[in-house]
């Protein structure tokens, strides 16, 4: 399933708080950095299981865009945890 959010981060702070995020706060299914580069970053965890994350600048900031069949709802859980961007482009 692929999820998309848009955030007034930067790129590379996004994909900083991912790689944290995934590691440390997903209890019994954390995911580690298998790979990564300014726009993307891969994450291996149960099973052989992806989460693949990608970011791309926007009108209003960054969109992050994450696909993953398991993790579904930590990929919910982490795009909760960064700032919104609201209807006028303000935090």
Known sequence: MLHEYETSL???DVLARA???FAERV????????????THA?????????????????????KVRASSPLYGQ????FFST???V?????D
């Open 42 to 62: 891969t994450f291996r965890g149960q099973g052989g299981e992806e989460i693949a994350l990608a970011v791309m600048n926007c009108e209003a900031g960054t």
């Open 19 to 21: 790689k944290a995020f």
């Open 27 to 38: 209890p019994h299914y954390g995911a580690y950095l298998e790979s990564e580069s300014a």
């Open 10 to 12: 930067a790129q590379g």
């Open 82 to 84: 960064l700032p919104a």
């Open 74 to 77: 930590a990929i919910g859980r």
């Open 86 to 90: 609201t209807s006028d482009g303000r």
